[in-house]
């Protein structure tokens, strides 16, 4: 069974993924040294980048999204900006709104970073075949732990924080929120 990546056009309502598989390949060959370890997975890639969609949109992004009923997280306001002057649709992405993504820096650069995070997370979660050992050790509420042997390690945790690898963090960090007020 495949799965079918929706990625176009940016903002809709249908959208379950930031990065499409042909965006994620061609970066992923330029910008990695160790690429083959991608192509490894070839039938795992596509789940890999809608995972890595779904675990960028769980956090806490500042500024809000652009269109009132898009699925996705991104695109965002510029949260120190001012809504651009023309007629902008804030129901869903048109001709008007892809002519503004590609001149409007904000827009164009996030969108970008945006699309290399989403990859950089499924790059991430295929290396580690979907399993970070500190991460579940975080989870299972251990706080602290030693691994002897010939080679002893030791960790401290504190509550569990980075769900995104660090690549996809620098991507991203410019559009990190606070966290998420819900009054009912």
């Known amino acids: 069974m495949t799965t079918l990546l929706i990625s176009s056009p940016w903002g809709g309502s249908l959208n379950?993924?930031?990065?499409?598989?042909?965006?994620?390949?061609?970066?992923?060959?330029?910008?990695?040294?160790?690429?083959?370890?991608?192509?490894?997975?070839?039938?795992?890639q596509p789940a890999a980048l809608i995972t890595a969609t779904q675990q960028i949109d769980a956090q806490n992004w500042s500024g809000e999204k652009w269109f009132y009923n898009q699925l996705l997280e991104f695109p965002r306001f510029d949260p120190e900006g001012?809504?651009?002057?023309?007629?902008?649709?804030r129901a869903a992405p048109d001709l008007t709104f892809a002519q503004l993504s590609e001149t409007d820096e904000y827009l164009r650069?996030?969108?970008?970073?945006?699309?290399?995070?989403?990859?950089?997370?499924?790059?991430?979660l295929l290396r580690q075949r979907g399993i970070?050992?500190?991460r579940e050790d975080q989870y299972h509420g251990i706080r602290s732990q030693s691994r002897g042997g010939r080679v002893a390690e030791s960790f401290g945790y504190g509550d569990p924080d980075l769900v995104l690898c660090p690549e996809a963090w620098d991507q991203l960090r410019p559009y990190v929120g606070s966290m998420r007020v819900v009054r009912r």
């Open 109 to 124: 650069q996030q969108r970008i970073r945006v699309q290399i995070a989403c990859a950089e997370q499924a790059f991430f």
């Open 16 to 44: 379950n993924c930031y990065s499409l598989l042909e965006m994620a390949n061609s970066y992923i060959r330029t910008a990695k040294i160790f690429f083959d370890e991608w192509l490894e997975f070839k039938e795992k």
């Open 82 to 89: 001012e809504f651009p002057y023309g007629s902008y649709s």
């Open 132 to 134: 970070n050992a500190h």
